[in-house]
């Protein structure tokens, strides 16, 4: 197997491309790779469905053995897209702790950690608050009534009157 990445490739149907594709990529993309789903209310205050966990994140665990468990993202590998959540360990029979990892698609993101500007540089997306964002949706639906004369508006009055008998 080639391990020079391909930049000119698209997508593939073939599991066996696409995981050439993940094992190849360079850091930038393998970034792309932790995303996670934010909370409701984030999504709505953000406008955005995902975003790349970093550490010191607040998740919430979505599948598996701890799901429903809360923590701070304490680790994140980028080699191997996954990240460890400060406070949830699993046992060995010998009563040993081990570190346990997550898959970013298997956790939410409930609170961001820092207000850094760059982590929200993805085309549309602006920190509004989600008012404005109603405003414009308003502003944008109503429209102005064109302006008429009173003789116009009599003419539409007596038309009305005459429906009405």
């Known amino acids: 197997m080639k391990s020079k990445f391909n930049k000119t490739w698209n997508s593939s ?5 696409q995981v050439k594709f993940r094992a190849n990529a ?3 993309i393998r970034r792309k790779f932790m995303g996670a789903n934010l909370d409701k209310a984030l999504r709505t205050k953000y406008g955005i469905r995902t975003i790349q966990v970093r550490k010191g994140d607040e998740v919430k665990v979505m599948r ?22 400060e406070g949830l360990q699993r046992e060995k029979k010998g009563g040993e702790k081990l570190v346990t990892w997550f898959n970013p698609s298997n956790v939410k993101i409930i609170s961001l950690e820092g207000n850094d500007s760059r982590r929200f540089k993805r085309g549309k997306v602006k920190a509004e608050s989600p008012k404005k964002v109603e405003d414009k949706k308003l502003k944008t639906s109503v429209k102005p009534l064109p302006k008429m004369d009173n003789k116009e508006v009599e003419k539409i009055e007596a038309k009305s009157k005459e429906a009405k008998k």
């Open 64 to 85: 598996g053995k701890f799901r429903g468990k809360l923590g701070k993202v304490g680790d994140v590998d980028l080699k191997n897209t996954r990240l460890q959540i």
């Open 13 to 17: 149907k073939q599991p066996r491309k």
């Open 26 to 28: 360079p850091n930038h």
